[in-house]
């Protein structure tokens, strides 16, 4: 794919993403020889490193090495996950690319890293540079005024590489305080192996879904791997419920506190949601299976079908997946009733890196997580995780991961999205649904009390 066609995602998005957010793997190389922008970053940070050690330009190897702390949820330097790969990637280039600057890294799985981030906010012990993501899970960061306004290192030429609308969820009041680095979208993955051995359609409806379920069930075969004990999984499969109920429009609207959860199509989602883990479309165990769990569960072919995001195109596709070149991604289908439509996603652009407002070297920062972000958004790409905030030149791509080829098509006449649900409402709230989503799987709470209990975050 060549930079004018990255473009003309980025117009695509810049559409769709204005609908939805509204509140919201090749190896490392010389980024600076790959991109522009990355050379701008690297440039940056060596200005800001000269102006630090009151060195005359010309005396850049006299420089002062200046030290950027940075935290990430990126914990494993050996996974497939194309984020991860595009990460280290990352991490390992900056070294050449910005002598002046050590970057010490601190990595954290998924979990933990949200506890870590939590405590360190509170107590004001937060790290120069860490992942983090948008919309409502910034914002308490951004009013407490612990995180830095990049606006002043964005130049026009900055702002014009990143495609359109995947900012939106790093502005709040005006100010910009992350770059993007992906455009991630959940789909319905499926085993077609499973699919084919067991006669089985796969599905375009609704109701062609169930038949699958049941299907899969009665052959004792896991219909829909979830880790559920990790809770975030079960967002995604109530908000794509959702989203083909309410529709994306009305969705967000009750997620950004304008609109109500208590409607007779959010309640409808919520049943449809509760009915397919009764009928054992999650298996019999969701509620004690961790997402690490189901993902390896779903590689090794002991599940038909998995609703995740873009980010496991690596995992599929690896080497030592036993479903590699067995796997494709479709749409999540319609329910027959519902106002939401097959072109309707659960999905955006919303993780970044923040910059601690109290650190010692403010523009060298900024000048690494632009780096980082930049050249992890044609990195994560190549590697299949995603699709890129950046333009930038892609070069040869044939050997582009299948799987987010399919889903770039997928994604090609989308009319809306839905942002991640906890990282669009953020903190408590968060908590709160998915806590209840998790009753909802588990029989413990009706629709009707689950849409009741989802509104008290807005009141």
């Known amino acids: 794919m060549k930079k004018r066609l990255v473009k003309a995602i980025g117009l695509m998005m810049s559409a769709v993403l204005a609908l939805g957010c509204t509140a919201c793997g090749n190896s490392g190389g010389n980024a600076a020889a790959e991109s522009e922008g990355t050379q701008e970053a690297v440039q940056a940070g060596k200005e800001a490193a000269k102006a630090d050690a009151n060195e005359a330009p010309g005396d850049e190897a006299s420089a002062e090495k200046v030290t950027i702390t940075l935290w990430s949820q990126f914990s494993d330097p050996n996974s497939t996950d194309g984020n991860y790969v595009a990460f280290y990637n990352a991490l390992e280039s900056i070294k050449t690319d910005m002598p002046n600057v050590e970057v010490i890294h601190e990595g954290t799985e998924s ?86 051995q067991n006669n089985v359609k796969i599905p375009e409806t609704y109701d062609e879904l169930l038949e699958a379920v049941d299907a899969f069930s009665a052959a004792g075969i896991t219909p829909i791997s979830l880790g559920e004990k990790d809770l975030w999984p079960g967002l995604m499969i109530f908000g794509i419920h959702a989203i083909r109920m309410a529709g994306a429009e009305d969705f967000n609207a009750a997620l950004n506190g304008t609109a109500s959860f208590n409607t007779p199509e959010l309640t409808e989602a919520a049943r449809k949601v509760q009915e397919l883990a009764a009928r054992g479309g999650f298996g019999s165990s969701a509620m004690g299976t961790s997402e690490d769990d189901a993902v390896a569960a779903f590689k090794q ?101 299948r799987l987010s080829q399919e889903i770039a098509n997928l994604t090609a006449d989308a009319t809306g999205y839905v942002y ?40």
Request: net charge negative.
């Open 301 to 401: 072919g002991r599940a038909a079908m998995m609703f995740m995001g873009s980010w496991l195109n690596g995992d599929c596709e690896a080497d030592d997946a036993a479903v590699k070149g067995k796997i494709s991604v479709i749409k999540f289908p319609v329910i027959e009733g519902g106002k939401g439509s097959v072109d309707e996603f659960h999905g955006g652009s919303g993780e970044t890196f923040l910059v601690s407002s109290s650190c010692e070297h403010p523009a060298e920062a900024a000048a690494v997580a632009q780096y980082i972000c930049e050249k992890m958004s044609k990195d994560q790409y190549l590697a299949g995780s995603g699709m890129p905030a950046w333009e930038a030149e892609m070069g040869d791509t044939s050997g582009l991961n």
């Open 111 to 196: 979990e933990s890293y949200k506890v870590k981030l939590k405590t360190a906010m509170a107590g004001n012990e937060l790290p120069d540079v860490f992942f983090n993501w948008g919309a409502g899970t910034m914002k308490p960061y951004v009013d407490a005024e612990l995180v830095l306004p990049l606006d002043e290192y964005m130049t026009d030429d900055v702002k014009g590489r990143i495609l359109g609308g995947t900012l939106d969820n790093f502005i709040f009041d005006g100010k910009t305080y992350g770059y993007p680095y992906s455009v991630a979208v959940a789909s319905l993955y499926v085993n077609t192996e499973l699919f084919e």
């Open 420 to 459: 991640w649900l906890d990282s669009l409402t953020g903190g408590s709230k968060a908590d709160t649904i998915m806590n209840e989503i998790a009753k909802l799987i588990d029989g413990s709470v009706t629709p009707e009390d689950f849409c009741a209990n989802l509104q008290t975050i807005n009141e």
